[in-house]
């Protein structure tokens, strides 16, 4: 078995010493080489990434985890893909998880990022990716944009904030929103239908799961048009969102059908796990606002993407910069996933 003192090396990226997926218990700041494999269904996984680490900063991570319960550590270092930097997951069985906020405020200081898991998610079976559109799959709000586009923002704006100050649900802000876009040409919608911004890592993550035999879905409170590019560019599996009403060629300012709002967000997750037949575990669901809070509290695992605090806070955990293909870093945790 190997060893390495945290103390003792001056390497400054840590990863050249120690063994991809291997698994070490750390004692005395020293890194033992261990053959036993944590058990997926027990403990905290605590996931650091985002940067080259140093031992100095490995052992900061285990200072604060110390300090709030996390007793007789293991630690393995892992790279999902080549084109991420390898992530590392310290395990206890010792204490629950923290704050997302709290990890959130700590990492950045540290200059990574760091989230917790429990009964993460296997890769290599079957699973189901199922997120938000506008601010997570796509940079922008494609509502906001349609408003800009005809120039009558400010009103659209201004029912938002009445949504946003809970003087209207999901349904009337909608509704309202999109009575305010009546008239517009659909020759703007195509505009800018075919210009969506891909949130950065979006196209990297759904090749990832697509080669792991994932299934991937949209369940969004924007608009058909809209979804089923987005689903055309980054290959999903199916889409579920909200259909504008058109006649003669222009919106009505009408939205016709089921809304998909934060309930029915839900039941789209719940629809697509029976029909596949998937362990709960191996669901995930991945958003920004409150309105996706309920879909991620049904998934096995919910993602706050670059979301409000409160979002983050709520969600089970977060990924707060950079790209979405860091997702893989919440799957790929070298683990005896056996019951």
């Known amino acids: 078995m190997s060893q390495l003192s945290l103390a003792?090396?001056?390497?400054?990226?840590?990863?050249?010493?120690?063994?991809?997926?291997?698994?070490?218990?750390?004692?005395?700041?020293?890194?033992?080489?261990?053959?036993?494999?944590?058990?997926?269904?027990?403990?905290?996984?605590?996931?650091?990434?985002?940067?080259?680490?140093?031992?100095?900063?490995?052992?900061?991570?285990?200072?604060?985890?110390?300090?709030?319960?996390?007793?007789?550590?293991?630690?393995?270092?892992?790279?999902?893909?080549?084109?991420?930097?390898?992530?590392?997951?310290?395990?206890?069985?010792?204490?629950?998880?923290?704050?997302?906020?709290?990890?959130?405020?700590?990492?950045?200081e540290q200059g990574y990022q760091l989230v917790q898991l429990t009964n993460p998610a296997n890769v290599n079976e079957a699973g189901l990716l199922l997120m938000d559109m506008d601010s997570t799959a796509i940079t922008i709000e494609c509502i906001d944009e349609i408003a800009r586009l005809a120039d009558v923002y400010d009103d659209v704006a201004a029912v938002t904030a009445q949504a946003m100050a809970g003087q209207l649900d999901f349904t009337q802000s909608l509704n309202q929103r999109v009575a305010k876009l009546a008239g517009i040409d659909v020759a703007l919608i195509n505009e800018l239908k075919l210009n969506l911004p891909l949130m950065p890592g979006i196209t990297e993550l759904c090749q990832y799961l697509k080669a792991h035999n994932w299934h991937l879905a949209i369940a969004s409170g924007g608009f058909v048009p809209f979804a089923e590019h987005v689903q055309s560019l980054i290959g999903l599996d199916e889409v579920h969102a909200n259909t504008l009403e058109f006649k003669d060629n222009r919106l009505t300012g009408k939205v016709t059908g089921t809304i998909v709002d934060a309930e029915q967000k839900a039941r789209v997750l719940e629809q697509i796990q029976q029909r596949l037949g998937l362990d709960n575990r191996q669901t995930v669901a991945m958003g920004d606002g409150a309105n996706d809070l309920k879909m991620m509290a049904k998934a096995g695992l919910g993602v706050a993407v670059h979301g409000k605090p409160k979002v983050v806070e709520q969600a089970d955990t977060a990924i707060n910069e950079g790209s979405l293909l860091q997702v893989a870093y919440l799957l790929a945790i070298p683990l005896d996933y056996t019951l």
């Open 8 to 108: 003792a090396t001056s390497s400054a990226n840590l990863v050249e010493e120690i063994i991809l997926n291997c698994w070490y218990e750390i004692k005395n700041n020293h890194l033992i080489q261990t053959n036993l494999l944590p058990k997926a269904n027990h403990g905290v996984a605590s996931v650091a990434f985002g940067c080259e680490f140093s031992a100095a900063k490995l052992l900061n991570l285990v200072e604060f985890l110390s300090q709030h319960g996390f007793s007789n550590l293991s630690i393995c270092c892992y790279q999902p893909t080549e084109t991420l930097l390898p992530a590392w997951c310290l395990y206890s069985d010792s204490a629950k998880p923290l704050s997302p906020l709290l990890l959130q405020a700590f990492s950045a």
